[in-house]
């Protein structure tokens, strides 16, 4: 089959006689023993049916490419070529020994290999065999900076509650005239004061972005999570804010309001105080604002639940609203200085403060709409374009995210996305329909091209997305002849105010750069990153009408080297970032001819296809590419996809043999990862153990391993 690229590894497991097989039992329908182009034709059809039923110009039954190879082919249109290069007996029958051995030239992988839960096992299993001492190396590489951060917030809430607490047990006349519930409510107080700071600044996303400018707090602070990290605090105040409620309502008011105190509340509040009905401790500055405080608090929470969100997220934001007046009334609360001196007022100015800014600018810039352009990609995507109006550039780059209002749809409702490209005064945004809010966009997109939009940003990006924006970035690059390296150093210079770095703090640069999303390399100078992936798509045409060679061959020596590997369970997940993963494939063909860049990008799809039919034509119609069509008719790549979980530690290993082999003496290696953490434990201790074999080989190549976590 000359038109079916080969194997990406020669490691692989092929089909076992068994399951060979089943797939001949499984074409052959009528049981002859002898399968015809028809039956061939038909059981394709029908897997087709079952992994692509929504047809893209890339697909080989897709219209436009069958049109396009029949113009170049009097035989047939694609798809009879493509059943041709399965059976070159084109029209004839073929006898059960003929078609074994056709199948066995196609180089498909057995299913067993690519059984993504047995990967999973193995991985686990894997990081269970390693020595203790490497294995609590790379489990504190991956999760230590998170519990560094974790213990330093709870000693913060432990510390200032046992603080509290140690107060009034110590103060014998609060005790005797407010009884146990003073000691409860303060110490739940003292605990409210950090977790209310922390609750309030995991909402500010400028904070985060500014913050993310230093290596050292975002080695510790995993911006990424500050939407979990904000509702596990909010948990925490509601609870502890209830406790405090508790202590005085059913405690301190109970007991002070008893005639037999009356003389110990005196001493202890004067006598301009008491007597002290129970209504007269609700009635005092502390006792109504506690109250409407919690009030506002519980309702806030109750209006955040997931089928509240779902239901309706506008009441969900509407509702969030309600934490200006809850506040300010905590910012009152304690100002009548009745037990002591007001403290939660100066805790929750500076968070207060900044968190109202934000909002206050969101709530202008919703009035300050600036034209847009909509365009619907596929049923899957939407794709936004934005210029200033004044000409200026914007002030953002490729894999920040902002915030995005669309009057037409509400007002109210603010929506993060990613940005995919910015050049001077336009900006483009892919959004990913997958929800109520993305749908009402899309079907708006097929009513009207142009809309008016709102804007709030930029801030820092995770997951997937800020890698395919790179991408994006380095194709731009490419067309304008410039270094995309040299070009986001200055920007970054530029934006910072910083005019000279040591290595390692441009290594943790380029970690904000390509806030991961599985694992890449990328070099720059004497520094080589590893990353890899997550989701993607393609309809476009540019990016599948040129360079039928596909990928670049790897350079030897390169001023750079970037290798990206993206892991997915479907093939759809690939469709959204496809044109843009091709595009950078052809714009790096010209710097690796002159060995300054070596992109190497790699795609893994890890669902494993019970029906051995499927998995044989899922392999082949990845494989299969024309002169008309030199991209994959099942994914839209022009490189070939791997079928079950990646295998990081050979490739690391292979990685460290291109470097000896090329003969590299000193080098560094920065490996990004984002996924499960117990494959990032696994790649941590290879890094460290690469490194560790350098040094012994007499070789200056260290591998610093960078991690984000998702759940």
């Known amino acids: 089959m000359e038109n079916l690229e080969p194997v990406i590894s020669k490691d692989y497991r092929p089909l076992t006689d068994d399951e060979i097989e089943a797939f001949f039992q499984d074409i052959d329908r009528n049981n002859d023993g002898h399968v015809n182009f028809e039956e061939l034709e038909k059981k394709l059809h029908e897997v087709h049916e079952e992994i692509a039923p929504n047809l893209q110009g890339h697909h080989i039954l897709h219209p436009a490419r069958r049109d396009a190879e029949k113009r170049i082919s009097h035989d047939g249109d694609g798809l009879h070529a493509f059943l041709c290069h399965l059976m070159p007996e084109c029209g004839a029958k073929v006898s059960k020994e003929e078609f074994v051995r056709h199948v066995k030239t196609w180089e498909v992988p057995s299913q067993k290999q690519s059984d993504a839960k047995e990967a999973d096992k193995e991985a686990k299993e894997e ?15 991956v999760h230590g900076p998170n519990i560094l951060f974790v213990a330093f917030v709870v000693a913060c809430m432990i510390a200032f509650g046992v603080w509290q607490m140690v107060v009034y047990i110590e103060n014998q006349p ?21 977790t209310f700071v922390f609750m309030l600044l995991s909402m500010s996303r400028h904070l985060s972005t500014f913050l993310r400018r230093s290596w050292l707090i975002s080695r510790v602070v995993n911006w990424d999570l500050s939407q979990k990290f904000h509702i596990i605090m909010s948990v925490a105040g509601l609870l502890f804010a209830t406790l405090h409620a508790i202590g005085h309502l059913t405690g301190s008011f109970l007991y002070g309001s008893r005639a037999s105190n009356l003389e110990d509340l005196t001493a202890y509040l004067g006598p301009e105080a008491t007597p002290k009905r129970y209504v007269d401790f609700v009635r005092t500055l502390p006792g109504c604002t506690g109250i409407v405080s919690i009030g506002l608090f519980w309702t806030i929470s109750l209006m955040s639940m997931p089928f509240v969100r779902n ?6 934001q509407l509702a969030h609203l309600l934490m200006f007046p809850l506040i300010g009334l905590l910012a009152a609360h304690g100002t009548a200085a009745i037990l002591q001196a007001p403290m939660l007022g100066y805790f929750l100015a500076f968070p207060a403060l900044l968190v109202i800014f934000e909002r206050l600018r969101r709530f202008i810039r919703g009035f300050m709409s600036m034209p847009a352009k909509l365009k619907v990609l596929d049923d899957d995507a939407v794709f936004v374009t934005v210029r200033t109006k004044d000409g200026k550039d914007w ?22 996305f990613t940005i995919s490209s910015c050049r001077g005064n336009e900006m483009q945004v ?27 940003g930029p801030f820092g990006g995770i997951g997937i997305t800020p890698f395919s924006a790179i991408l994006t970035d380095l194709e731009e690059s490419y067309k304008e002849r410039r270094d995309p390296w ?16 040591r290595s390692s703090r441009h290594f943790s640069r380029s970690r904000r750069s390509f806030q991961a999303s599985t694992p890449v390399v990328e070099t720059d100078n004497d520094l080589e990153t590893k990353v890899g992936t997550e989701k993607n798509t393609p309809n476009d045409s540019d990016a599948n009408d040129t360079n039928p060679a596909g990928p670049p061959p790897r350079c030897i020596n390169p001023e750079r080297r970037v290798d990206f590997h ?19 494939i052809v714009g790096a063909g010209p710097l690796a001819e002159q060995n300054k860049l070596d992109l190497n990008i790699n795609t893994h799809i890890t669902a494993k296809r019970k029906n051995i039919s499927t998995h044989v034509f899922r392999y ?3 494989g299969y590419r024309t002169e008309a069509a030199p991209y994959s008719a099942l994914t839209g790549l022009k490189q070939r996809s791997h079928f079950g979980r990646p295998d990081f530690n050979k490739i690391l290993e292979k990685h460290f043999q291109d470097l000896v082999d090329d003969g590299m003496k000193e080098k560094k290696v920065g490996v990004f990862y984002c996924g499960a953490p117990v494959v990032g434990e696994i790649l941590s201790d290879q890094c460290h153990q690469l490194t560790a074999k350098a040094r012994h080989m007499g070789l200056k190549i260290r591998y610093d391993f960078l991690m984000e976590v998702f759940d």
């Open 395 to 416: 002030s953002y780059n490729a894999g920040q995210y902002l915030l995005l209002q669309v009057p037409q749809l509400s007002l109210f409702q603010w929506h993060p």
């Open 311 to 316: 239901w309706n997220y506008e009441v969900f």
């Open 430 to 456: 892919h959004i990913k329909v997958e929800g109520d809010w993305t749908e009402q966009l899309r079907d708006l997109a097929l009513k009207q091209e142009d809309i008016k939009i709102g804007i709030d």
């Open 486 to 501: 040299e070009s986001r150093r200055s920007s970054r210079s530029l934006s910072r105010g910083v005019r000279s770095r």
């Open 620 to 622: 082949i119609l990845d």
């Open 127 to 141: 990081e269970k065999k390693l020595p203790f001492r490497r294995r609590l190396r790379a489990y504190w590489a």
């Open 566 to 584: 993206w892991t997915v369970r479907e093939k759809n997940n690939l469709l959204w970032f496809s044109d843009l993963l091709n595009r950078a």
């Open 174 to 194: 609060a005790r005797q005239a407010l009884g146990w519930g003073v000691i409860m409510a303060k110490a739940n107080a003292g605990v409210l004061y950090p």
